[in-house]
């Protein structure tokens, strides 16, 4: 592309959507091979990235925090960490959970937060995905009320897609207000697929096979009140916080936590009511059936159709 038709594209993205994503769309709009770093806490996820790629940041800072409406828009370079210190001083919270990354690397990697019954799903709470797209042009999926939305749901399909269908600049995530009471409990007897009838909306349910940890949030009343129906099921004592997550995740149905390869996992904590199986030892990769492979190379050849987003990434291979 000339330069002067360059230029005004630029000078039109930084009218509509400020100057920061016109530097980025800039620096991602090139013919070459491109990917998005955060802190690298992921970076191998998905398979090696290919030689002689471009590697760029992208730009970081709270835009807008309406803590009434309970939305954060924030750009993807931002630190979860200064995002969920500004929602806590406002006494909410995200479903991003921090680890050292960034808001596009938390979305693009999808992983939820192992307290994800209290804290929401990652896909449920991105309501709106601004990325530059292959060709240069900045598109914004989703909104931040649900019901003037229409049109393909981008935002829930760029979560966990490791940058392979655009480089997201902003986002709008759903915001949750921090509970007044958490409580962690911990049993030995108790059967773990029993407490989430005996409880209304337990916060986590951790097993590792002998024993339960289970987190109350709420009202102190509520709490007292759900901790009082656990004790009627088996013999609860009150812990620290979570068990020590070992460091692979296995992905199963949370029906299937009942019957456990446990001799494939070595030791483990599941999380019961979601699937996730949190082990010592890695998951085989999965196989992905031959329609939904078909599905995800349409869909990024209709997004990146010289492949030049983060070139070596595959979502399907984690
Ligand atoms: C010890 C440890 C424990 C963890 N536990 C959890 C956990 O419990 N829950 C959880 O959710 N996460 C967990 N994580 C993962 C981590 O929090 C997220 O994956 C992290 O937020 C990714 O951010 P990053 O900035 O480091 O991304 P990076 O590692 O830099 O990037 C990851 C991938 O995303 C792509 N990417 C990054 N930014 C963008 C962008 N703006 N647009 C498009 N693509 C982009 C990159 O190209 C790369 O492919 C853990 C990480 C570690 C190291």
Excluded: C
Excluded at 144 to 164: E, I
């Amino acid at each position: 592309m000339a330069g002067a038709n360059i230029d005004s594209r630029l000078a039109g993205i930084a009218e509509s959507f400020g100057p920061e994503t016109a530097a980025f769309a800039a620096e991602v709009t090139t013919d070459d091979a491109v990917s998005i770093a955060g802190r690298k806490t992921r970076w191998e996820l998905g398979g090696p990235l290919a030689e002689g790629t471009t590697t760029v940041a992208a730009p970081a800072g709270i835009v807008d925090y309406v803590p009434n409406e309970m939305i954060a828009t924030v750009r993807a370079g931002t630190l979860v960490a200064d995002l969920n210190q500004e929602l806590a001083n406002a006494g909410q919270r995200s479903a991003l959970v921090d680890r050292g990354g960034t808001v596009g690397g938390a979305i693009a990697v999808g992983e939820d937060d192992p307290l994800v019954l209290g804290v929401g799903r990652i896909r449920a709470s991105v309501l709106q995905v601004r990325y530059v797209s292959a060709e240069g042009d900045v598109i914004t999926g989703g909104g931040p009320t649900v019901k003037n939305v229409t049109g393909f749901d981008l935002p829930r399909l760029f979560v966990g897609s490791l940058g392979t269908l655009g480089s997201i600049v902003e986002v709008i995530v759903r915001t949750n207000p921090i509970p007044a009471v958490s409580r962690w409990l911990i049993s030995d007897d108790v059967d773990p697929f029993a407490v989430r009838d005996a409880v209304l909306r337990p916060s986590a349910v951790f097993w590792n096979g002998s024993k339960t940890w289970v987190l109350l949030e709420g009202h102190q009343v509520d709490v007292e009140a759900e901790a009082f129906k656990l004790d009627q099921i088996g013999s609860f004592s009150d812990a620290d916080g979570a068990p020590t997550f070992p460091p692979h995740r296995w992905s199963f149905a949370p029906a299937d936590l009942k019957a456990l390869p446990t001799q494939d996992l070595g030791p483990y904590v599941a999380s019961v009511g979601v699937g996730t199986v949190f082990a010592d030892n890695q998951q085989p990769r999965r196989t992905i059936d031959a329609g939904s492979q078909t599905i995800a190379a349409r869909l990024k050849a209709e997004f990146d159709p010289k492949g030049r987003l983060n070139p070596g990434r595959n979502p399907n291979n984690r």
